[in-house]
């Protein structure tokens, strides 16, 4: 008879993974391992590894994923690059099924993955190279910033290193560590560069990509999480970039924090206490920063306009 109690058991001690192996030593069979499969009840997210639940939320379906694949690949295995910084949530990088772990270099690579997402590295890590994120074997987050940053174009990685300093998953002294993990390395020179550009009062990727299309367009801003008071020190409002000269300030509505009807109310609540304190309010969303001259355009004509 099937132990479904024991099961749980097992599922929770491995972050709600079990494998058809174990099922069958609690006494399920193979018919009914595939029936619970084949009828949604349990998600499948590797071969022969489940999560036996009925309803699971994206985030936590995912994690168990990248968990039965690292295990997958036997001792040793760690999850790298975006999938790291995925564990770490250090945001900035686009979402894919994709899902990437290294093997210690001195063990064969699978040459054909059972599973078309699972992308195999084999990459040299040292002990301190090496921690745990969600439960699984994941690279540091001062190691997985090294590895991405070297791969990414210019936008992402910025976005990456900037996460990682707001989220304080890394502090200003660990960028010479990131310096250090990335030198001699193939991407280096580009790489530097984007931890010259880092910023970690950004507090979304969407304000790093406003910032940078600012920079490239040569409107910089000269402050960043602006506190803006009046005569008797009552806040009005923080701006995500500024300038202070110009009294004028850009703010980035990501579709999250910026989406809920609550929130659409406090913006317009707030624009309108900076609108009559002699601030100009701009407001740029993700696709704006897809095109390239037209952040920078918008702010350099609010800049000239007479006051």
């Not at 609550?262 to 707030?270: P, S």
């Not at 206490?273 to 920078?296: C, E, K, Q, S």
């Amino acid at each position: 008879m099937a132990d479904r109690v024991s099961l749980s058991r097992v599922a929770a001690r491995q972050g709600g993974v079990v494998t058809a192996a174990q099922a069958l030593s609690l006494g399920f069979s193979r018919d009914q391992v595939r029936h619970l499969a084949r009828s949604g009840r349990w998600i499948r997210v590797a071969r022969g590894c489940f999560v036996p639940v009925p309803e699971v939320d994206v985030a936590s379906l995912r994690r168990a994923r990248i968990r039965a694949a690292v295990e997958s690949l036997g001792t040793g295995a760690v999850a790298v690059l975006d999938t790291a910084a995925e564990l770490h949530r250090i945001g900035g990088l686009r979402a894919t099924s994709v899902v990437h772990v290294s093997v210690p270099p001195d063990r064969p690579r699978p040459q054909r993955p059972t599973d078309p997402d699972l992308v195999v590295h084999q990459l040299t890590l040292g002990p301190d190279d090496v921690g745990t994120a969600a439960g699984v074997a994941v690279t540091t987050p001062t190691r997985t910033v090294a590895d991405v940053i070297l791969r990414a174009d210019r936008y992402p990685a910025v976005c990456v290193v900037d996460s990682a300093l707001n989220r304080k998953l890394l502090d200003e002294s660990d960028l010479s560590l990131v310096a250090a993990l990335i030198a001699r390395r193939r991407g280096a020179v580009a790489a530097r560069r984007c931890l010259d550009e880092s910023d970690g009062r950004a507090q979304s990727p969407l304000e790093t990509r406003v910032r940078l299309r600012c920079v490239d367009g040569r409107v910089p801003p000269d402050a960043l999480q602006l506190a803006v008071r009046d005569d008797d020190g009552y806040l009005l409002g923080i701006g995500d970039l500024a300038w202070r000269g110009a009294r004028v300030i850009a703010e980035a509505d990501g579709q999250v924090p910026h989406g809920s009807p609550r929130a659409i109310y406090e913006d317009r609540t707030r624009q309108n206490r900076l609108a009559n304190a002699g601030w100009t309010v701009l407001r740029f969303t993700w696709p704006d920063t897809l095109r390239p001259d037209y952040i920078p355009h918008t702010v350099a004509c609010a800049l000239r306009r007479p006051r």
